[in-house]
């Protein structure tokens, strides 16, 4: 299995480190997938939201087929749902991917290459009523959400939901188990302040 997480200018760091991080520990399971690529538009260094510079493992032409994508979000996304290379890349490779990812506003990446329409999705919970305006997705305020072969999750930390929950779907609970204890991820019941109150928080949250 080959793992692709794409990046571009002003990605958000933790919305592809995360599930990154756990892509490559489960990598070392023996029902892990065989690698996980880092994949840009070139091979230049790409620069974050944050600043932090990344060294893509493949740009859109050396990049092998692939069995999962991921593209996660940030500012960068509002530019590069212009940007017909990186739209054409996430589509082709979704016509032999078994399931692409997105994380945050990603998700507008992934209506850009036509992968949306008619299918539920979430993102980033101060972006979720431009999801809406888009007129063909069944937007839902949960941390992640499946619909077919499309997988969403909410903004920033919810890809490391995103990313346990895929890897339990694909490679069972205990693999995902394994994964999630080695990473030391369990997340604490803390809530700090009242956020829940925000006008437009997300109903998983109202729920908490």
Not at 81 to 104: M, P
Not at 115 to 120: M, V
Not at 151 to 168: N, Y
Request: contains cysteine; glycine residues 10%; hydrophobic residues 45%.
């Amino acid at each position: 299995m080959n793992i692709g997480i794409l990046i571009f200018p002003q990605v958000e760091e933790l919305d592809f480190v995360g599930p990154w991080e756990l892509f490559s520990l489960w990598q070392r399971l023996e029902n892990g997938p065989e690698r996980c690529l880092v994949v840009a538009e070139t091979l230049d260094p790409v620069v974050a939201a944050k600043g932090l510079s990344l060294n893509p493992h493949a740009s859109f032409s050396t990049c092998p087929p692939l069995d999962v994508l991921l593209v996660p979000g940030g500012q960068g996304t509002r530019k590069e749902v212009f940007n017909t290379a990186l739209v054409d890349f996430i589509r082709d490779q979704a016509e032999g991917a078994g399931a692409v990812l997105s994380v945050c506003t990603g998700a507008f990446l992934l209506h850009a290459a036509g992968l949306l329409e008619g299918r539920r999705a979430t993102t980033h919970w101060g972006s979720l009523d431009r999801l809406r305006a888009l007129g063909d997705v069944e937007v839902v305020e949960e941390r992640t959400t499946q619909d077919g072969p499309i997988w969403t999750s909410a903004g920033v930390s919810a890809g490391l939901d995103l990313a346990l929950a895929f890897i339990a779907e694909r490679a069972g609970e205990e693999a995902a188990a394994e994964v999630q204890l080695a990473a030391e991820y369990f997340p604490s019941d803390i809530v700090y302040g009242t956020p829940s109150r925000h006008p437009k928080a997300p109903a998983y949250l109202r729920r908490s």
